[in-house]
């Protein structure tokens, strides 16, 4: 069976290259831009005006390749592919939630943006808050690793060593990350792939695995 999609438009944002995009969709927070709706789908848009957030489902152009067993960032186990958020998939759908503020024609401008300038939109849906929300929700090795970290006493400003197959030599803090340098950035300072085994031990104290992002 073979599927075919046809974009119905396209998103404008401050992110040029992969490696500038926020590490979590969380850290795109005030991040502004646009989408571009096709012509041909604009009528589509009629009555959403009235929604304060919607859905995009992407398609990521730039992503090439996958494996179905990676590292995650901030995790040292290799996890299956669809129980993290890996961009790199067999197919690369992307979905981020973004705050809608105006629609003037055929344009959209949202903010809370984590995508990359130009990238394709396959769908456009309206969120739902009542019916999104779920209360009673389990997240996996996360919360494995975020009860191992409590367990060593570890925060947040603590640095973590990682000694990496290759190269060796990258310490980098867990704030570092969160203040939103982009995962496909850190591979690129540091050699490391979603595929390496990573090796982590905290300077103080010491025995720490944490994971906080997927």
């Known amino acids: 069976m073979k599927i075919e999609y046809q974009p119905i438009g ?24 646009t989408v571009e709706v096709f012509p041909d789908f604009a009528q589509g848009l009629d009555d959403l005006e009235g929604f304060s957030h919607i859905i995009l489902l992407c398609h990521f152009h730039r992503s090439k390749g996958y494996r179905l067993k990676i590292v995650p960032p901030l995790d040292t186990q290799l996890r299956g592919l669809f129980a993290t958020r890996s961009p790199r998939r067999p197919n690369p759908i992307g979905l981020s939630v973004v705050r809608l503020l105006d629609i003037h024609e055929n344009e959209l401008s949202i903010m809370d943006l984590d995508i990359l300038d130009g990238t394709p939109v396959l769908d456009i849906k309206p969120y739902f808050r009542d019916l999104e929300a779920e209360t009673e929700v389990r997240i996996g090795w996360l919360e494995e690793a975020r009860k191992t970290g409590k367990e060593t006493g570890h925060s947040d400003e603590q640095p973590v060593k990682r000694e990496m197959a290759s190269p060796a030599g990258f310490e980098p803090t867990l704030s570092r990350l969160r203040s939103g340098m982009s995962w496909a950035r850190i591979r690129k300072e540091t050699g490391h792939s979603d595929e390496q085994p990573v090796k982590r031990e905290m300077a103080s104290p010491a025995g720490f695995e944490p994971t906080l992002l997927a």
């Open 10 to 33: 396209i998103v404008h944002s401050p992110f040029k290259e992969g490696d500038k995009i926020p590490f979590q969709p969380s850290r795109g927070k005030g991040v502004s831009g």
